[in-house]
C-alpha cells in the first residue's frame, strides 16, 4: 500500500485547507497535521522528499487531485500571474488584520472592476487564497460597506460559491449575502465565462427580475393584511371534511418517522466532540501490583504533582509486567468521574495504544523532560475548563474514537472531514507525545 503525502498546516490555515475539501482528497493520499504558529506549510511525500510554501503546497495539492489543472494557469504567463497574487493574498491577509484594512479593500476594489477573477477568465488557485484572505472581513462588514466595496462583494461571493460547490467544504459557511447590492460593474457578470467545474453562471449574482421582486413583495402585503389567515381557514374546512379526514391522518402518519429522524439528529448535533475539556496530565507511576479481587487489572499509585498521589485502576496484566509500569511516566485522563472498579475507586485512567488487531498495547509516553503534573492539550484544542466531565454530555465517549497514534508514531485527533483527514498533535511544552512503535493504533 502507498503511503500517504504527510501535509503540516499551521491550525489557523483555510486557503489550502478549502482547497483540500473541495477537492475531496481522501487521507489514503494526503494526511494532514495541524500545527500552531508553523512557518510555513510542508508536506513530506511517500519518497521523503519535502515540498514548502504556499504556491508548492497548492499545486502539490492538485496534483494529487489529478483535476482542474488549469487553476494553476494555463499559459506562462498565467502560472507566473498565479503564484504573484498568491502571495499578494497572503499580503492581503495580514494588512486586513491591522490598521491598513480599509485602504487595502479599496485598492482591490477599484483592481476588481474590470476582473471576473484574480487572473485570467476562469477559477485559480489564487482565488481561493484571496477567498480565504477576505473571508472574516466580507463575513462581518455590514450592508453599507459591502456596498461601498461592491466589486469586492461580487468577487467574494462569485468565489464563495465556487469554493462551497458540491457541500463538501466545511471549513467555513456561505455568507448571506444580499444580490442587490448596488454596483455599476455588477454587469461585468453576464458578460463572464465563468470556468472550472462547479462554478456558477456567471450572472447568477446580477439582480434579480424585477416581476420576482415585485411577487415577493405582495407575498409579504398578503400576509400581512391577513389573507394568509383566510386560506388557512380555507384549508382547515376542507381538511375537517370526510374525504379529506383519512387523507391528513396518513400524512401526518408518513411525517412521523421524518419528525424522529430530524429529533435522532438533533440529539447527535449535541454530542459535539469537545477535545478541550479533556484534563490530560502526565503522571509519575510510583507504586504497582496486582488488583486483590481481579487477575487481570493492576492498582497503581500515581504522582499527579497533587498534594498526594492518585489511585488507579488499569486492564494491563495480559500486556505488560508490574516492573514495566513501576517508576514510568505517563499520559492520564484526570477528569472523569472516579468509578469503583472491583471495590477498588480508580480516580484516573492511564492512556495506551492498542494496534488494530488488539495484540499490542503500548502506553503514552511523556516527552523528554515531562515531570509529574504537566499538561497535556492537542494543539488546536487548549482549554481552559478542566473541571470534572459530565457523564451525561458523553464528552469522553464521543473523543475518544478519534484518538489515534499516526504514521510517525504520535497521539493525535483525529478528524476527517469531507474526506480529508485533519490530525492534531498531543504534546505539552516539553515536545509530542508518542508511542514506542504502533502507529494508527487506538488511543484509550
Known sequence: MTKATQLELDQKDVSISVLLQQLAIPSTK????????????TATLPSGARVSGPAAIAKLVLSTAGVHAEWLGVTDAEKG??????????????????????????????????????????????????????????????????????NVTRYFNLIQHVVHDGNRVTLTDVVDIELDVPCEDV????????????????GANAKKPAAE????????????????????????????????APKA?????????????????????????????????????????????????????????????RTVVSGLVKYMKAEDLQNRLVVLLCNLKPA?????????????ATSADGTTVELLDAPAGSKPGDRCWFDTYKGTDFSQLN???????????????????RAVYSVAEAGVTFNSILRNDHGDVTVKSVAGASIK
Open 30 to 41: 494526503i494526511t494532514v497535521t495541524r500545527k500552531k504558529d508553523l512557518a510555513a506549510p
Open 81 to 150: 500571474a498565479v503564484e504573484k497574487q498568491i502571495d499578494a493574498a497572503l499580503a492581503l491577509h495580514k494588512t486586513l488584520s491591522g490598521a491598513g484594512s480599509d485602504a487595502a479593500l479599496k485598492e482591490l476594489d477599484a483592481a476588481l472592476v474590470t476582473k471576473v477573477f484574480i487572473v485570467g477568465n476562469h477559477v485559480s488557485i489564487a482565488d481561493f487564497f484571496m477567498y480565504a484572505a477576505l473571508y472574516t472581513s466580507v463575513a462581518k462588514a455590514s450592508k453599507q460597506t459591502r456596498s461601498d466595496l461592491c
Open 187 to 202: 454587469a461585468i457578470l453576464t458578460e463572464a465565462k465563468v470556468g472550472g467545474a462547479g462554478a456558477p453562471a456567471a
Open 213 to 244: 421582486k415585485k411577487g415577493k413583495e405582495e407575498k409579504k402585503a398578503a400576509v400581512a393584511s391577513g389573507d394568509s389567515k383566510k386560506e388557512a381557514k380555507k384549508d382547515a374546512k376542507g381538511a375537517a371534511s370526510p374525504v379529506a
Open 249 to 309: 391522518a396518513k400524512e401526518a402518519k408518513a411525517a412521523k418517522p421524518e419528525a424522529k429522524v430530524e429529533k435522532v439528529e438533533a440529539a447527535e448535533e449535541n454530542l459535539k466532540a469537545e477535545p478541550e475539556r479533556l484534563d490530560l496530565r502526565v503522571g509519575l507511576i510510583t507504586k504497582v501490583e496486582k488488583h486483590p479481587q481481579a487477575d487481570s487489572l493492576f492498582v497503581e499509585e500515581v504522582d499527579l504533582g497533587e498534594d498526594k498521589p
Open 340 to 352: 469503583k472498579m472491583r471495590g477498588v475507586d480508580s480516580q484516573a485512567m492511564v492512556l495506551a
Open 391 to 409: 457523564a451525561k454530555k458523553k464528552t469522553w465517549e464521543t473523543v475518544q474514537p478519534r484518538l489515534k497514534t499516526d504514521g510517525a508514531k
